[in-house]
């Protein structure tokens, strides 16, 4: 069990430019979740997967914003034509089928910086 | 809605005892959890409370009242690695999501 890991860790994009990340859960974790912190504040929700399906979306995810989770294993999330106000840390967490607390495991996170 | 409250900073001593407040309004709960959080790194998972009471975990311990929307975490014999974010979240329940609603955490500074 090594993790949940993300990458990459930094992206500096300019505005304007599209930016996608990657997140591997832990193995055998059939939930997925993206969450979005910024300075100073605590994760806020983005999307849910369960397997390959995307069962729930935030109303911060603009239509800018696309998650997948194609083979139920990895996900990606691209953001599309970046703005300023996407600069964020972007952490991505997993949970295993039948745990009884659901306890999500974070990943170190992608921070984003758009110039 | 939901809305999640825990003092923004503390400050403790090393090898005191600290209590980390949060209180909580939401519909639905399902379930209240700690995460530690140092600075640039990932939130890691404290403790979790679902019933009224105490639960204790080695130097940590959370209490849960659900009548009082209200739990706080306990830090025993600080250390100061214990510098850092400590953030509340609750569970609701909604669908088959289990999403978490994070407070804005607590940034607890240990000194010597």
């Known amino acids: 069990d090594t993790g949940v890991s993300q990458n990459p860790r930094h992206k500096i994009t300019k505005r304007g430019q599209n930016v996608t990340f990657r997140c591997d859960p832990i193995?055998?974790?059939?939930?997925l979740y993206w969450y979005r912190q910024t300075l100073g504040q605590g994760p806020e929700f983005l999307t849910y997967f369960q397997n390959e399906a995307q069962l729930e979306k935030s109303r911060l995810l603009s239509d800018r914003f696309s998650a997948e989770r194609p083979k139920g294993s990895f996900s990606t999330l691209e953001i599309q034509r970046t703005e300023q106000g996407d600069s964020a840390m972007y952490l991505c967490?997993?949970?295993?089928?039948?745990?009884?607390?659901?306890?999500?495991?974070f990943g170190p996170g992608t921070r984003l910086t758009v110039t | 809605g939901q809305n999640i409250d825990q003092p923004t900073e503390m400050t403790a001593t090393e090898g005191a005892i600290v209590q980390i407040n949060c209180t909580y309004q939401?519909?639905?709960?399902?379930?209240l959890f700690w995460y530690q959080q140092h600075a640039g790194e990932a939130p890691t998972f404290l403790s979790y409370n679902v019933l009224d009471g105490l639960e204790e975990k080695g130097r940590f311990s959370s209490f849960l009242s659900r009548s009082k929307g209200y739990s706080y975490l306990l830090l025993k014999e600080l250390q100061m690695k214990d510098s850092a974010s400590y953030l509340c979240?609750?569970?609701?329940?909604?669908?088959?999501?289990?999403?978490?609603?994070f407070g804005t955490g607590t940034l607890l500074a240990v000194q010597p």
């Open positions: 967490a997993s949970s295993p089928r039948d745990a009884p607390t659901y306890e999500q495991y």
């Open positions: 939401t519909s639905g709960f399902n379930g």
């Open positions: 193995s055998e974790h059939n939930r």
């Open positions: 979240a609750v569970r609701r329940y909604g669908g088959a999501t289990n999403k978490l609603i």
